[in-house]
């Protein structure tokens, strides 16, 4: 008998520890760096401008980030744009189509496995693109001048299940992160 209530309070002790230790790495939040860098720093006019993007985690814990990108504002995914006259010009985005039919109900593990990719501390995802400096939608190409690159990145959709309510291994991603504006020229 005295083994039994051992037992029983050891396993509710360790109960209450793994319980406190998810409500902690759901309570903390992601530490998110957004980076992005230009291949050169002065291109010619109706060349293509090469950038790099990379969503990295800066933080001392794991957090979980989409695994589907998608376009738009608002949107789950990257966003590399230049600005022109302080205006965006030839918006670039990594795209993907929210699914229009209900998914089956899934446990958290499930989702997490499915919809969401681990970012470990240092992880980083992103890619490499071009954006160019004379989009063929009737718009004239840049004319020589200074310009900047804005990379954003957001983490919230609606095609997405919310599990900011949820007790998760490590936090979701569920925020916009704005990376620094990068500069460069363009010349004749």
Do not use: W
């Not at 496995?113 to 992880?123: A, E, K, M, V």
């Amino acid at each position: 008998m005295l083994k039994k209530a051992i037992a029983i309070g050891v396993l509710i002790a360790t109960s209450a520890v793994v319980s406190n230790a998810q409500s902690k790495a759901t309570a903390s939040s992601p530490s998110p760096k957004l980076v992005a860098s230009l291949a050169r720093s002065v291109y010619k006019v109706g060349e293509a401008v090469e950038v790099t993007v990379t969503l990295e985690n800066a933080g001392k814990e794991s957090f979980y980030v989409p695994k589907e990108l998608n376009s738009g504002y608002d949107d789950v995914g990257f966003q590399v744009y230049l600005l022109r006259n302080a205006e965006p010009y030839c918006v670039v985005s990594v795209q993907r189509n929210c699914l229009t039919k209900k998914t089956k109900r899934q446990n958290i593990e499930q989702l997490l496995s499915d919809r969401f990719l681990l970012l470990p501390t240092g992880g980083m995802i992103g890619f490499h693109t071009r954006l160019p400096t004379s989009c063929h939608f009737g718009l004239p190409s840049l004319p020589p001048a200074n310009y900047e690159v804005v990379v954003e990145y957001s983490a919230s959709d609606g095609c997405l299940p919310d599990l900011s309510n949820k007790r998760t291994p490590f936090p979701v991603l569920n925020s916009k992160v704005k990376g620094e504006r990068l500069q460069f020229k363009l010349t004749e």
